[in-house]
């Protein structure tokens, strides 16, 4: 970036604080709180002003001050409940020899019957798509492309034969015919 670029940012920045920045609305606001106590101590001193302005219907009270809100402390954090010791190991299974191999075995769980084809419910299928019609909109004159043709133009071109009278008016042949 050049150095005339970064100048010019420079001076948009600084012109935004001078003009719309935080501090020039902060001292705006603070000029316009410090007139308006003004206005209430003036018209404090003199009652009379201060009817005559509240019979025409401005009024210029102090608000109440408003009672600063302080945050609620934040409740402290529940301290950590201490660690449950980790439970203690299984032991291991003694090994018997079983009395009856067919007994200890778990039992299969028993296959659903098959369904027969007329039971089914018929097999969904998808409609077929609709084919896709592009739309034919009637394109505004002035938006249509048209076919350019190119060609040189000359003089032996031109179908009608030139006449004196179709010249151009030329200022300056006078100079030129001269010589």
């Not at 420079?10 to 308006?36: M, N, P, R, S």
Request: hydrophobic share 35%.
């Amino acid at each position: 970036m050049r150095l005339k670029a970064r100048l010019k940012r420079l001076e948009a920045q600084v012109d935004w604080l001078d003009t719309f920045g935080e501090l020039i609305l902060a001292e705006q606001e603070l000029e316009f709180l410090l007139k308006k106590k003004e206005l209430e101590d003036y018209l404090a001193d003199h009652p009379q002003k201060a009817a005559i302005l509240a019979a025409a219907g401005v009024t210029c009270v102090r608000p109440t001050p408003r009672p600063v809100a302080r945050p609620s402390p934040s409740p402290k954090p529940a301290p950590n409940p201490a660690p449950k010791p980790a439970p203690e190991p299984l032991p291991e299974p003694r090994a018997e020899p079983p009395s009856n191999p067919a007994a200890a075995a778990p039992a299969p769980e028993p296959r659903p019957p098959p369904v027969s084809k007329k039971s089914r419910p018929d097999e969904v299928t998808c409609p077929e798509a609709m084919p896709v019609v592009p739309e034919a909109t009637d394109i505004p004159e002035h938006m249509q492309i048209r076919p350019v043709f190119w060609r040189a133009s000359s003089d032996y071109e031109d179908v009608r034969p030139r006449h004196p009278e179709d010249e151009d008016y030329d200022p300056i042949a006078a100079f030129y015919d001269e010589e």
